[in-house]
């Protein structure tokens, strides 16, 4: 320690009551030696009187005395910490204090004050020594006694209420300022009393008689305070004004707050009523957050500005004291505040706006806000916020506060700000959010079918759970597309991935199974093809043949079914094999060749097929259905599956949804899409066919067969159309073809009309010039029907043509 440093504790610490005193002359020779100098340094006063004072201590201060002694001379007096030496030569470490004790007209002489410092704490203080510490003191100062009456108070204590010292002696707490809570700082005083144990950093939370609107927050400190025997006198308490650090406090809490409440969803609504919750009461007593109705479609914020020159807002979120909310319907209602108003000035610069009080300038839209405080209540203060991030204005946030409370100030605009900007980012990317998940569900539902059309062969219904929740979008898809001879295609696929590129490149495989279905190929050709245009794909759009697209890994299920004959074809790419539901509840799984994932290469792809009875039922899934984190478990799966689908529901459609909710969770691992199909027969008396000759006399049979059945079925205004199609199909087979031939008429939601040939050439529609004779049979067929088309059988090729049903009994 510096000597200076040890000057300054010996000030501060000193003992006057066990100090040994001596007398020195001017120069500083020992003039007088008392007992307790002797008891102290060991000397005699014989031999102590008329040694110099720097014989008096070690060598190393012994340099020092000379500049002790000048100071003595210019300062009246020296206080510090010397060595002195004893008799024995040991150091004696003490703490020194000289004083003048001139006489009148005397020589000079001085008064030197020596205690051994040892353990001492420090200076014995007289009582106008520790008044002027307490009376100088920021912090409050009090003591109290057992009735907790005030015996003693410093002046500090004033400035935390309850006036001056002399008017708080003899009354407790609660006297001088009712309505502090004294009753909880009591009770901490009685504690200290009773156990002994001091209480510190108590802190005590009021509002003061002097500043009713805000809250004051104070530290606490008690002891007890005992007389010689151990017995409690009292308490004595100190008080700390922590206002600050609590609001600061609050302040840390509330933005902690915020970080965990806002922005728990992409939901721009649920979002900006967070920010009302979170500010609702701890820093305000009502808040409204209005956004751009352009920001709640997920659009860039536009101006809003109406024809009068209002801004319309919508009330997203709304919070008060009395539990007043925005509706919870997605229909919020409109506030349009006056051009000129404070909301609208914030949306146009993008700057706060601070009101401690409202007034009657505001009349004009202060209507639109949460009604705060009761009828009468007065004024509120109100702070107005631009909800801003990545720089647009997106709406504004108003905080209100009551007449009762304290008023918006400056801190709080900062706080408001930073409080608004974390929510801002929320509001705002929830707003992008939106954006690009609506014009992802416009590509879903433009890829997806929004109904299955109707038909005669099967009665359907399905449903889809994608595992991004979010977005909705998956890579499963699911189909039924209407074929040629009142047949059908049941088609179940699925992407790897999920999201907006699963969903797009399902939507190109979905677009090709069209394509490919229309050609009328059977199922394992169409999925050859699929195959190659997967192939192809990945080739085009990467480096090589192991490029990975979307597509590439694709699993299909193609299924064809006849309604005719009940004969149902189908063939599997990577894909589970569809289970069914036979007409008496019996469920089986489809003993289906597995065929490669599309792209992937191998071996080639199989049909299998089957006879179906009318009422069974087909049960086309993905493999999300059942994979649901389990792996090797397909057994368990299947016995899951038939499980589900044995039980009994009322419609197809509520089956389907039955499926879906046992086996799969709301939040699931992998999409998921069920396609069920209640397969039909059509009656005999709707379908008739004949066996022709390779004889261009058979024609004209044919057309009163025709005509006949068309009777028959109460269809006899499509007689005409009938016959010249039949007429034209039945001599091309005869003139191009060969044997057998056979004409089918099939009535239903169509009048279909099929001519097979043994052929195996498909005709081509030509375009004659007016000079020609012939060749405008098919061109002639292609006019009078709605569409028509060829398909090769295993023995040939059908030309088949479809016409509206118009006429009675349809």
Known sequence: MGTQDEDDVARRRFDVADAAPLLLDGRGVVTSWTRDAERLLGYAAAEAVGKDLGGLVTHADAGRMPDVLERCRQEGGWAGLLSARRRDGQPVPVMARITSADEPGGPARWLVLLNERGEAPGWGMSRSVLEQMVDGSPIGIA????????????????????????????????DIQPGLDAEAAEAQMRRVLESGEPVIGYEHVVRLRAAPHRETAHMLSFTRLDDDHGNPMGVYYTVVDITDR???????????????????????????QELADVAVPGFADAVAVDLLEAVLRGAEPGAGQRGDGSVALRRAGQRSRTGAEASSSRSEPVVAYPSDSPPVRCLADGRPWLA???????????????????????????????????????????????????????????????????AAVCVDNA?????????????????LPHSLPEQDAVEVAACYRPADELTGLGGDWYDLIPLSGARVALVVGEVPGHGIDAAAAMGRLRTAVRTLAALDLPPDEVLAHLDDVVARTAHEDGSGPESVTEALGSGCLYVVYDPVDGRCAMAAAGHPAPAVVLPDGTVTFVDLPQGPP????????????????????????????LAQGEEGALDADRDRLRQALERQASSLDLRCRTVIDALVPDRPLDDVALLMARTRRLSPDRVAHWELPADPA???????????????????????????????????????A??????????????????????????????????????RGLLLVSQVTRRWGTRFVPDGKIIWAEQSLTGPGV
């Open 698 to 736: 058979a024609v004209a049979e044919a057309r009163k067969a025709a005509s006949r059945r068309l009777a028959d079925w109460d269809l006899a205004e499509l007689s005409f159309t009938t016959e010249l199609v039949v007429s034209e199909l039945v001599t091309n087979a005869i003139r191009y």
């Open 246 to 272: 609590h609001r600061a406090r609050q302040r840390l809490a509330l933005l902690d707050r915020a970080g965990r409440l806002i922005g728990r969803t992409l939901d721009i609504v649920r979002t900006a």
């Open 738 to 775: 060969s044997s057998p031939i056979r004409l089918r008429l099939i009535r239903g939601r169509t009048l279909i009309c099929e001519v097979h040939d043994g052929g195996a050439t498909a005709p081509h529609l030509r375009h004659p010039r007016t000079t020609d004779e012939g060749g």
């Open 143 to 174: 003591i109290v006694d057992t009735d907790l009456r005030f015996v003693w108070s410093n002046a500090a204590l004033s400035r935390f209420g309850g006036g001056p010292p002399e008017r708080r002696l003899g009354l407790r707490l609660a």
């Open 431 to 447: 707003r992008r959010y939106t954006r690009e998940r609506d014009a992802a569900l416009v590509l879903q539902r433009s890829l």
């Open 356 to 422: 401690e009080r409202l007034g009657p300038e505001h009349e004009d839209w202060r209507p639109l806000l949460p009604v705060v405080g009761g009828e009468h209540a007065g004024p509120p203060s109100a702070l107005i916020v631009p909800v801003r991030a990545r720089g647009a204005t997106l709406g504004v946030t108003t905080f209100l506060r009551r007449s009762t409370q304290e008023p918006f100030g400056e801190d709080d605009v900062a706080l408001a700000e930073d409080l608004v900007s974390r």
């Open 598 to 625: 599309l792209g992937a290469g191998g071996p080639s792809f199989e049909s299998a097929e089957l006879l179906l009875a009318p009422d069974s039922t087909l049960a086309l899934h993905t493999d999300g259905l």
